[in-house]
């Protein structure tokens, strides 16, 4: 089933081109709120780029797998950062 997922959008400084997107994860039992994807982030976005910081399911505010109190070292994370991805190029809802 699909899954909410909640992140940080964190763009570039005015001025600062081309203004790539990164999508910055946070490691395992941490959420986007973790001081490494937000310093990560700071120092990227110092550089011109800017950050879509998600949190994967199950941690931060994303929503609950079907799984929810059983750690699966990664089962589904990837599917959270690839769909950050796609929400970072695409852009569908024309905020980023």
């Known amino acids: 089933p ?5 992140a940080w959008w ?3 400084p ?3 081109a081309p203004r790539p997107r990164i999508v910055a994860m946070h490691g395992l039992a941490a959420n986007n709120n973790h001081c490494g994807v ?3 982030c700071f120092l990227l976005r110092e550089m011109g780029f800017s950050c879509l910081a998600p949190s ?3 941690f931060g505010l994303s929503g609950q797998s079907s799984h929810p109190n059983i750690l699966t ?3 589904d994370y990837h599917l959270d950062l690839l769909g950050a991805w796609d929400y970072a190029v695409k852009d569908p809802d024309g905020v980023l």
Do not use: C, F, H, M
């Open 14 to 16: 005015e001025g600062k």
């Open 10 to 12: 964190l763009p570039a």
């Open 2 to 6: 699909a899954v909410n997922i909640s």
């Open 56 to 58: 994967a399911r199950d």
């Open 73 to 75: 070292w990664g089962y």
């Open 38 to 40: 937000q310093a990560t």
